[in-house]
């Protein structure tokens, strides 16, 4: 098996060609990649996957230097993507593809590769020697019914919805130009409420909605008052042809307090629907508040296992790894602390 470069490919022949596949998700397709190569986060790769003249799919990566360290991801941890990975059929020869990716890495001279993809399974991955990560992301199952999604919500997810609604909150999916920096300020404030900044500059907001708006690849909604015209909830979705994915959301104190959130979530659940999508992801699991059960928990889902797997090709870019993790961490409560 061999992974022949392809960045060659237009944008609009490389979107065709992965939508082949099974495994082919929004994170994949240009627009996403761009946004990604946008904002820093490395130089994006594209290969060919294939074997004895036969293409068994694609395959996609960003090759980032930090300091004396050549790091691939596909994807980064921190990169807003939860997949990536091969672009492939769910019976494709992961062990082999494990093979020439090795290879692939030497001879780009890479010292750190992470992969994550749903294809890839950690008893696998640990046998080629990677480490594995977990975490939990809350997935809800859409129906094409809005009648049936309605009922599959909790009774309590109802009866905020409707108090939303009595309170006459207004929803819309907004294109203007102003929706990014009224949504950061949103983000601001939440992160803000827990002492931390927010983990994505203004910019990468910015570069996310040039990218995705023209493609229509990105739902941004707003719950609005129409008394007093403030925005009391936003959020940013992206959506492919299957799912789509709560990436960013954010919301006042009032808008809390009238329930502006279950609208917000309700009204992604209902595009989606208009649109024949068949799952919403909502995003990682999180500690449970003090007042007790989560708000993703209204919403009729279950929560479903994220890997991440981590193979060092050196044990210094190892021990560096850890530190960064840590250091990013610290930055980021230390500027929580100046908002």
């Known amino acids: 098996m061999q992974l022949e470069p392809v960045d060659h490919l237009p944008a609009g022949?490389?979107?065709?060609?992965?939508?082949?596949?099974?495994?082919?998700?929004?994170?994949?397709?240009?627009?996403?990649l761009g946004f990604l190569e946008d904002t820093g986060r490395g130089r994006v790769l594209r290969f060919r996957i294939v074997e004895r003249g036969r293409t068994l799919g694609y395959f996609a990566a960003l090759l980032l230097r930090k300091g004396p360290f050549r790091l691939l991801g596909s994807p980064f941890s921190g990169s807003m993507s939860e997949y990536l990975g091969p672009i492939v059929q769910r019976d494709f020869p992961v062990d082999r593809f494990l093979v020439s990716l090795d290879d692939l890495c030497s001879s780009l001279r890479v010292h750190q590769l992470e992969i994550g993809s749903p294809v890839l399974d950690p008893a696998v991955m640990r046998g080629h020697g990677y480490e594995v990560r977990e975490w939990k992301t809350f997935q809800v199952t859409l129906s094409r019914d809005v009648e049936t999604m309605w009922s599959a919500l909790s009774s309590k997810s109802r009866n905020r919805i409707r108090q939303a609604l009595k309170h006459g909150l207004v929803t819309e999916d907004v294109r203007e130009p102003g929706f990014i920096p009224t949504h950061y300020e949103q983000v601001r404030e939440v992160f803000g409420r827990q002492g931390l900044a927010p983990p994505f500059p203004l910019a990468d907001y910015q570069s996310l909605a040039t990218r995705l708006k023209p493609s229509d690849l990105v739902f941004t909604v707003q719950v609005r008052h129409?008394?007093?015209?403030?925005?009391?909830?936003?959020?940013?979705?992206?959506?492919?042809?299957?799912?789509?994915?709560?990436?960013?959301?954010?919301?006042?104190?009032?808008?809390?307090?009238?329930?502006?959130?279950?609208?917000?979530?309700?009204?992604?659940?209902?595009?989606?629907?208009?649109r024949g999508l068949s799952q919403y992801r909502m995003g990682d699991n999180y500690r449970v508040p003090a007042s007790?059960?989560?708000?993703?928990?209204?919403?009729?889902?279950?929560?479903?296992?994220?890997?991440?797997?981590?193979?060092?090709?050196?044990?210094?870019?190892?021990?560096?790894?850890?530190?960064?993790?840590?250091?990013?961490?610290?930055?980021?409560?230390?500027?929580?602390?100046?908002?």
């Not at 022949?13 to 994170?27: G, H, I, Q, S, T």
């Not at 919301?251 to 979530?265: F, Y």
């Open 13 to 32: 022949e490389w979107d065709a060609a992965v939508a082949r596949y099974d495994l082919a998700m929004f994170y994949h397709t240009s627009a996403w």
């Open 226 to 274: 129409p008394a007093t015209g403030d925005v009391l909830a936003s959020g940013v979705f992206p959506h492919d042809g299957n799912r789509v994915y709560s990436l960013s959301t954010g919301s006042s104190i009032l808008g809390r307090q009238l329930c502006a959130n279950d609208l917000l979530h309700w009204t992604v659940l209902r595009l989606a629907c208009e």
């Open 292 to 339: 007790g059960g989560k708000f993703k928990d209204k919403f009729s889902g279950s929560y479903e296992p994220v890997y991440r797997f981590v193979r060092h090709y050196s044990a210094l870019a190892r021990h560096a790894r850890r530190v960064y993790v840590a250091l990013q961490h610290l930055k980021q409560r230390a500027a929580g602390r100046l908002l």
